[in-house]
């Protein structure tokens, strides 16, 4: 089924590449492929920074990290279809880059696939070993215990 979705998505970019390049001519239409290319390749960095930003921003002010993992994820992943040649990659990682169109994008993606990561987290918690933040034990006997006389001399 991938392979499927890879070819069709190869398929629509040809078809896309040949329009534009009917309507501008070949040489703006292969500039204008490389441009954005170039473009999406230094957004990626840029969006990496951002993401991390976001979220150590909500960590720092003790918010959730959720939404500012998300559009950062989204963010970056607009930077890497931008960075991919063709058109309709490119037109996706624009609007994944647009803060409106990636808020709608976020909210999808949060209210589809939320339960999923809920159910993972339980079925994760169920079979994760002992209380999360629980101190370790001294199991070692490392312990070492001092006479109050003993320290002052």
Do not use: C, K
Request: hydrophobic share 55%; charged share 20%.
């Amino acid at each position: 089924m991938l392979v499927l979705a890879l070819l069709g998505v190869a398929a629509l970019e040809v078809f896309a590449f040949v329009e534009v390049a009917r309507a501008i001519d070949w040489p703006w239409a292969l500039l204008l492929l490389l441009g954005t290319s170039a473009l999406g390749t230094r957004l990626l960095g840029i969006q990496r920074r951002l993401a991390v930003e976001r979220v150590s921003r909500a960590v720092a002010e003790r918010r959730a990290t959720a939404g500012g993992a998300i559009d950062g994820a989204l963010g970056f992943l607009g930077s890497v279809l931008l960075a991919f040649p063709g058109f309709v990659t490119d037109l996706l990682g624009t609007l994944l880059i647009l803060r409106p169109t990636r808020s709608l994008a976020r909210r999808w993606v949060s209210h589809r696939y939320a339960p999923t990561v809920m159910r993972f987290a339980a079925t994760a918690e169920r079979f994760g070993g002992g209380a999360r933040g629980a101190p370790a034990a001294d199991v070692d006997s490392t312990a070492v215990e001092h006479e109050p006389d003993q320290l002052n001399g």
